[in-house]
């Protein structure tokens, strides 16, 4: 992704953009937002009765054609018995279009808005956008409708955070989320932490400015107030991991030795062949990523390469891959062939596994939140001794990926992992990768105002972790500008929105 500079978006510039994705559909939308809006929808298009665009009011709906500019004075008015209606020569029409006026403020961005809603197809969008942009609008960039919305004070950053993740939910309880992060909900959880911060800070200021006054007690309450403070934020760090999971899904690895059916199963959850299946061990060279949906659970699942000892440098660099996101993975799925004894790649992974799950101050270990031990090709007669397994906490899965057979165990499970995320819905909130590194700051300013509180140093010390906090907070809802902050997370809209 690259960023979009603050200075490309220039808000003096009208700028339009296809707000559809062009393919071959039933409509399509042309979005136009500035100065020039109403001006520049006058000189291209023609309405089905005769009226001036210019003077249309706000959400007013106008049927009518789009043609070029030059050519629009070719038009001709035709009486017919019941009015006057104006239509193109077949020569200059572009297509027959509804238009949507909106005039400052009473719009997405506060700016005069005109959408206009064509047929689908790219070759009729491209022609509108064309002759828009040859009357003096820009095309926009990533967010930029957005980033005016948020300008003009429509919305503040965590609404527009929000808003993208409309766009990207994957579930109802992401969609539900960013929806509720749009209504203003997850702003009003920040505020109360600010004006919590804000209390103890102005408390501060009165003790440095007034020290004759300061009391025992009130030194004891600040104490106590960071400390409520300290772990409001915690929660909302919680709740931001446990979002992840809503939007972006449990990161899930599939592994196994060679042959024991992970690829099989991984085309039954994915229900195509998307990985070629073989009995020449080693089939799978590569880390295979797809996205599915389990009962309303986005899973991102890999399907790992089964070679543990590498001969090659191919099966070297294969290695490292499976093992980068075996080590980052939320659900660990162990494949074991039930038809056979146990071998020492079974008991190389089990034993990789168990070692991770217990290293608990190992970063790749706290991201680890739930095994599932699957024994498969339950079709065939069984070998495999339980008992062997059983040192190893998770949840246990017989099957067989080959005959479709008890795929409904293992769903069960993956939705009982997923329940470790588990979080109401009005307690999650989305940020993105920035926006938590700037959360992670708040904590640690208010965390460095307890160290020193405890160590009885100077109260301008926790004055100044305070305002660090402050200043922080203010970053993520954009009440302080942040440069950085805002291409981060602006670039990563979608042109026309």
């Known amino acids: ?56 009011k706000t959400y007013t709906l106008h049927y009518g054609w789009i043609v070029s500019h030059s050519a629009k004075h070719m038009a001709h008015s035709v009486k017919n018995k019941t009015s006057h209606v104006s ?88 969609l539900q989320t960013a929806v509720s992060q749009l209504k203003g909900e997850s702003f009003e959880k920040f505020n109360k932490v600010k004006q919590a911060i804000k209390d103890v800070f102005l408390s501060t200021e009165v003790d440095i400015n007034f020290p004759e006054d300061n009391t025992t007690i009130e030194f004891n309450n600040i104490k106590n107030k960071i400390k409520k403070i300290d772990a409001n934020i915690k929660d909302i760090l919680e709740a931001d991991k446990k979002s992840k999971v809503a939007k972006d899904g449990l990161r899930c690895v599939i592994c196994g030795k060679t042959n024991a059916g992970k690829s099989t199963l991984f085309n039954c959850l994915l229900q195509e062949e998307r990985v070629i299946v073989s009995e020449i061990p080693g089939t799978t060279r590569d880390t295979i990523e797809e996205t599915i949906n389990v009962k309303g659970i986005p899973l991102c699942i890999y399907d790992t390469a089964g070679i543990l000892t590498p001969r090659n440098f191919i099966e070297k660099k294969a290695l490292e891959k499976s093992s980068k996101v075996f080590n980052e993975a939320d659900l660990i799925m162990l494949v074991l062939d039930g038809s056979r004894h146990l071998e020492k790649d079974d008991l190389f992974l089990l034993n990789k596994i168990e070692n991770l799950h217990n290293k608990k101050n190992n970063n790749a270990a706290d991201n680890v939140k739930g095994i599932i031990i699957i024994i498969n090709k339950s079709d065939l007669k069984q070998k495999l001794n339980l008992k062997n397994v059983s040192r190893l906490k998770g949840f246990r899965v017989k099957l067989s990926a080959l005959k479709k057979e008890g795929i409904e165990h293992l769903e069960e499970a993956i939705v009982k992992v997923a329940a470790q995320f588990g979080s109401k819905r009005e307690d999650l909130v989305f940020l993105n990768k920035y926006q938590s590194e700037i959360l992670k700051d708040v904590y640690k300013d208010i965390q460095e105002a307890q160290i020193y509180l405890s160590q009885g140093r100077e109260v301008d010390l926790v004055n100044l972790s305070l305002k660090n906090a402050l200043d922080n907070l203010g970053k993520l809802t954009g009440e302080v500008f942040c440069e950085e902050l805002l291409e981060n997370i602006f670039s990563q809209f979608c042109i026309g929105k």
């Open 1 to 56: 992704m690259s960023l979009i500079k603050l200075k490309d978006y220039n808000t003096n510039d009208t700028i339009v953009a296809i707000a559809t994705f062009p393919s071959k559909s039933a409509l399509g939308v042309v979005k136009i937002s500035g100065k020039k809006a109403i001006s520049i929808i006058h000189k291209i298009f023609i309405p089905r009765r005769k009226k001036d665009i210019r003077n249309a």
């Open 87 to 174: 239509r193109p020569t077949s020569q200059v029409a572009i297509d027959e279009v509804l238009v949507s006026i909106m005039r400052k403020p009473c719009s997405y961005t506060c700016e005069d808005v005109v959408e206009i809603s064509s047929h689908g197809g790219t070759v009729a969008l491209s022609k509108i956008l064309d002759v828009i942009l040859k009357e003096g609008a820009r095309l926009a960039r990533p967010g930029e409708f957005t980033y005016r919305a948020f300008l003009n004070g429509r919305i503040d950053l965590l609404q527009a955070e929000g808003i993208r993740n409309i766009v990207e939910a994957k579930t109802d309880k992401a």
